[in-house]
């Protein structure tokens, strides 16, 4: 489960951000962990994820670069740390769980309830 998210707000073009999410319920030894974000009138875009299992970090095309997921494993937080943000990185951000442990995330099977992030040129 998904508890808490954090961080969001309004940012200047080429600024950044840091997202905090906090879960229960599970470990990140088990269950890999990620973002992804949703703007106004578009699909969902998975962001990023990691899995301690095989140790596999993915970043989308967009963010590459630019995002950095980390997480503290003893306390269930995982963040993404977002540098040179762009206007079109505005968007809801979610942290959530990859369905079936998928990273790169195919679906999501929990999540919480979003942060909104509006970078302004």
């Known amino acids: 489960e998904v508890q808490l998210q954090a961080g969001g707000g309004l940012v200047q073009a080429g600024g950044s951000l840091r997202l905090s999410c906090a879960t229960s319920g599970f470990t990140f030894d088990h269950y890999a962990i990620g973002w992804f974000r949703q703007a106004p009138g578009k699909e969902r875009e998975g962001l990023s994820c990691?899995?301690?299992?095989?140790?596999?970090?993915y970043y989308s095309d967009s963010v590459k670069g630019r995002f950095t997921i980390s997480k503290d494993n003893a306390k269930n937080m995982v963040y993404l740390q977002m540098n040179s943000l762009k206007p079109e990185d505005t968007a809801v951000y979610y942290c959530g769980l990859p369905m079936g442990a998928n990273c790169p995330p195919r679906s999501w099977s929990y999540w919480g309830q979003g942060t909104l992030v509006t970078v302004s040129s």
């Open positions: 990691i899995r301690s299992s095989d140790g596999i970090v």
